[in-house]
């Protein structure tokens, strides 16, 4: 049976109980590295200056205590193929999520929410609590 190494135990504990509960699941059907829960100022600010991110600090679900977002990956990570990082999705994550009442929106299904051709930014890796913004009131800015 998969289980998390111990970084990924580490960030998913910084997450929120509905994100921690969902990946406790989704670990033991998967073999998943959790690369990011919380990002605070600095590490946000990289992430829009390198466009790895379109949001400025405060404005991503990563930037809270606890974590409205993770990034997951299936073990072995290949930045090249993005099947696995699908596969997860739709056949793991999304349809437990389901099953488990959690609120959660997918980066991989961004391009689909009617953004025109400069703002489609797609985010395999990235799930959210759905609306984000409506768990954050119950959260505080992580400066990191």
């Not at 921690?20 to 605070?40: H, M, N, P, W, Y």
């Amino acid at each position: 049976m998969p289980t998390l190494d111990k970084a990924s135990a580490q960030r998913l504990a910084k997450a929120h109980p509905l994100l921690r509960k969902l990946f406790t699941e989704v670990a033991k059907r998967a073999d998943i590295v959790i690369l990011e829960s919380q990002r605070g100022r600095a590490a946000q600010e990289l992430a829009y200056r390198t466009k790895r991110s379109k949001a400025r600090f405060g404005q991503s679900a990563h930037n809270w205590t606890p974590a409205i977002a993770l990034d997951v990956c299936p073990k072995p990570i290949d930045w090249k193929n993005t099947k696995p990082l699908v596969k997860l999705a739709k056949e793991i994550v999304l349809p437990l999520a389901k099953e488990l009442n959690i609120p959660l929106r997918w980066g991989g299904d961004w391009d689909m929410d009617g953004r025109t051709e400069d703002e489609k930014f797609v985010d395999m890796p990235h799930y959210e609590l759905s609306p984000w913004r409506n768990f954050a009131k119950d959260a505080a800015l992580f400066e990191g």
